[in-house]
């Protein structure tokens, strides 16, 4: 099993196969934290197709990134499930000032919570609403009274107002597997540009910060670089004669 994952996700692989024991042994259900992409590929991967389990993700609403997943005995699949997922919204005045999503999640992670307790951040102009684990909800609400110098009052709404993305998708031609020459190819780069990005931490590899440009990729890796959003390594096609990879690529704006 683990020939298939990096070192680094070992610990998750072990998680999903501890609820798939739950599952099938002792007919538990089993509720997920908030997960990255990566990590809902990394279940459906193993949980493949597994008679005995059903699994289901969910984000709060249609479009969101990060969403809880269930796993539960296949005989359950008829019954409603319960996501345990609150909406937080807040209003501030945009003529006085100007909130980012970095803003937004750096100010959650000061309460002492990690990030997978909180889901999808949506922005506007003057307002921000996120979800985040239900049984979290009233602790944020009394833990977190500013973002940035803001003072900001957190309330109960019914929606997170997103929108579904999806991936607009290339064939293009790399040398290798390196961070670099992918990176590059994806969002239309310089090699020169790439490596530079990279150095300066600019670049996330499955939401890890990764800063050699040597680092190798694999299928299925999700990518994001500073202000030019997201990108994931979707398939290889060949090789061509000159011995460069055909790779198809996804990116989200």
């Not at 970095?102 to 921000?128: C, P, Q, S």
């Not at 020459?181 to 150095?199: D, T």
Request: hydrophobic share 35%; charged share 25%; with cysteine.
């Amino acid at each position: 099993m683990y020939e298939h994952f990096r070192k680094e996700e070992h610990p998750f692989v072990d998680q999903v196969q501890d609820m798939i024991e739950s599952v099938t042994l002792f007919h538990q259900e089993r509720l997920t934290d908030f997960l990255d992409p990566r990590q809902q590929d990394i279940l459906t991967s193993i949980v493949g197709k597994n008679e005995e389990c059903e699994l289901l993700f969910h984000g709060g609403a249609q479009g969101c990134e990060r969403k809880r997943a269930l796993l539960r005995p296949i005989y359950l699949q008829d019954e409603p499930p319960n996501w345990g997922i609150t909406f937080l919204y807040a209003s501030f005045s945009s003529k006085f000032v100007t909130l980012l999503h970095r803003d937004v999640l750096g100010a959650l992670m000061n309460t002492g919570l990690k990030r997978e307790k909180f889901g999808d951040i949506v922005v506007g102009n003057d307002f921000f609403t996120f979800a985040t684990a239900a049984d979290t909800a009233a602790y944020i609400r009394i833990s977190l009274d500013y973002v940035g110098k803001t003072s900001i009052s957190l309330e109960e709404t019914d929606t997170m107002g997103i929108e579904e993305e999806h991936w607009q998708t290339e064939q293009v031609l790399v040398s290798s597997m390196r961070l670099d020459a992918v990176l590059s190819s994806v969002y239309g780069l310089s090699r020169s540009k790439g490596v530079e990005a990279i150095s300066k931490g600019y670049v996330k590899v499955n939401w890890r910060l990764v800063d050699q440009p040597a680092f190798t990729l694999a299928i299925g890796d999700y990518l994001s670089l500073r202000g030019y959003g997201r990108g994931k390594v979707m398939h290889t096609d060949g090789i061509t004669k000159k011995e460069k990879i055909r790779l198809t690529v996804g990116r989200k704006k």
